[in-house]
């Protein structure tokens, strides 16, 4: 009996210390507002909300297609030097407006301040865009077809929405040149993340997730190289059958969970409050319940991704004809690397779970996740974000950190800042997400718009030295 009670005490015990964290102590939630919210921003007249649009399906109707930093229509990206010229001409003519042709096609603009002796910071967004084959969409993906409140078109998410332009290796050539002169920023940011809508299960309202990271990436290529024979008196194993279970193996033995080593926890912790029950009971005492958690987000591949390195089979390439045995069989793997590990120990990983010497492993490319960028109440940055989203989504409450499981051009500036965030500020519905890279990528002109609104708010809210105290009606996001 006595046993018994004991373990009915320390049920109610457990009990009372998940219901207190959920409900009175609460978990680290996040930053203080520093301003109130305001009504909402400048809002755009019907001329600019008309020059906008078009500007946009004028920069859509030019393919500027990269299927490799290798390889991309420079013809394109040479008209896009032009277009942007022609829409915009006030930027290019202004006096305190820099602007210099970086790597033939990657563009800087560098605006000049009134306080020199402050820290510039650098809006990012790329210009090229992923092949569009027309098969399957619903208007062709370069005609930027206007259709009911929607343009229809290869980059409308995926970047060439956005303010100011480069690319892969311009990106790396205008790091270099901005490092070259000594420059430092008080902050990048970059695409990555959204204002997720409804993608989140169990938070109602729309949440902006700033990706405080990247994941790394790392390229590998398998190959098997075996005697060539005749089909009809076959070796017990070839080429094509080493190399096949070599990727069974890689498939069936995922590389290890780690959920709460990364940023996906602080995600966790400061959207607690926000979730449904009980899922906010779960949330608010993930000391508990996370190995629960993060067998949920094991079992879907979206939410997969943020927990662990990630193993996709690419390529595979074998045989010349039908009644050939191959000399060689090879593959390509894609790894995008968690934030608590490295290349090199996923390399190491591999190699133990393919343990067949049979198998040659080169490395095509890698490079580790980026470090984690500041997000505390001494970060300049982070508070200008939650001010600019507040005011310019009413529908966001939530401003929170979170991992980019892609990869961009911002992780090539590590050398100039350590603030380096990711975040279009977009409206995405679960509809929206296989649109990028895929068929029928559009945006809605009432987002677009919200973009425009949300930079031009940005750069006013930039306009100050120092950071206000927390406003007296504040409350924690």
Not at 18 to 24: C, D, G, N
Not at 83 to 93: E, K
Not at 228 to 257: D, W, Y
Not at 307 to 321: C, E
Request: proline letters at 7%.
């Amino acid at each position: 009996m006595a046993a018994g009670l004991a373990v009915g005490a320390a049920v109610l015990a457990v009990a009372a210390a998940v219901l207190l964290r959920a409900f009175v102590l609460r978990p680290p939630a996040g930053l203080p507002r520093l301003w109130a919210r305001s009504a909402g921003t400048a809002a755009l007249s019907a001329d600019e909300r008309r020059e906008l649009k078009e500007a946009l399906r004028g920069a859509i109707k030019i393919p500027t297609v990269s299927t490799s930093p290798d390889d991309l229509n420079t013809t394109a990206m040479a008209e896009f030097g032009s277009y942007i010229q022609t829409v915009f001409p006030a930027v290019f003519s202004s006096k305190f407006i820099q602007h210099e042709i970086v790597g033939k096609y990657s563009h800087l603009f560098t605006v000049q301040g009134s306080a020199p002796d402050l820290l510039p910071y650098m809006l990012l967004a790329h210009m090229d865009v992923v092949p569009a084959p027309p098969e399957g969409w619903d208007f062709p993906p370069f005609s930027a077809a206007e259709h009911e409140g929607f343009i229809y078109g290869r980059g409308t998410l995926d970047n060439k929405n956005s303010a100011i332009v480069s690319g892969r290796k311009g990106a790396m050539k205008m790091a270099a040149l901005l490092e070259s002169r000594g420059v430092k920023l008080s902050f990048l940011l970059d695409e990555g993340s959204a204002v997720l809508d409804g993608i989140i299960a169990g938070v109602k309202k729309p949440v902006a997730l700033i990706a405080v990271t990247e994941k790394g990436s790392m390229t590998l290529n398998f190959t098997v190289e075996k005697t060539p024979g005749h089909s009809s008196f076959p070796p017990k194993e070839t080429s094509i059958g080493i190399l096949a279970a070599a990727m069974s193996r890689l498939e069936q033995n995922p590389l290890r969970n780690l959920f709460g080593h990364g940023p996906e926890l602080m995600t966790m912790e400061h959207l607690a409050a926000e979730f449904r029950f009980p899922l906010n009971l779960i949330m608010s005492n993930l000391w508990l319940f996370s190995p629960i958690v993060s067998r949920v987000l094991a079992s879907k591949p979206s939410t997969n991704a943020l927990i662990r390195t990630t193993t996709a089979v690419t390529m595979f390439n074998a045989g010349i004809k039908v009644n050939v045995i191959p000399s060689s069989a090879k593959a390509t793997v894609n790894f995008r690397i968690h934030s608590a590990e490295t290349a090199a120990e996923v390399l190491e990983a591999v190699r133990n779970t393919i343990a067949d010497d049979r198998v040659k492993i080169d490395v095509v490319e890698a490079f580790d996740p980026l470090p984690i960028s500041p997000w505390d109440e001494q970060t300049f940055a982070v508070h200008i974000f939650q001010k600019t989203i507040l005011d310019t989504f009413p529908d966001v409450d939530s401003v929170v950190p979170g991992t980019c499981i892609g990869n961009t051009d911002s992780r090539h500036f590590t050398n100039v800042t350590n603030a380096i965030y990711r975040f279009n500020p977009l409206l995405l519905t679960a509809d929206d997400l296989p649109r990028i890279h895929g068929l029928n990528e559009r945006i809605s002109i009432e987002n677009y718009e919200k973009q425009v609104e949300f930079l031009f708010q940005l750069i006013k809210n930039c306009d100050i030295d120092t950071l206000p105290e927390p406003h007296s009606s504040s409350h924690e996001l």
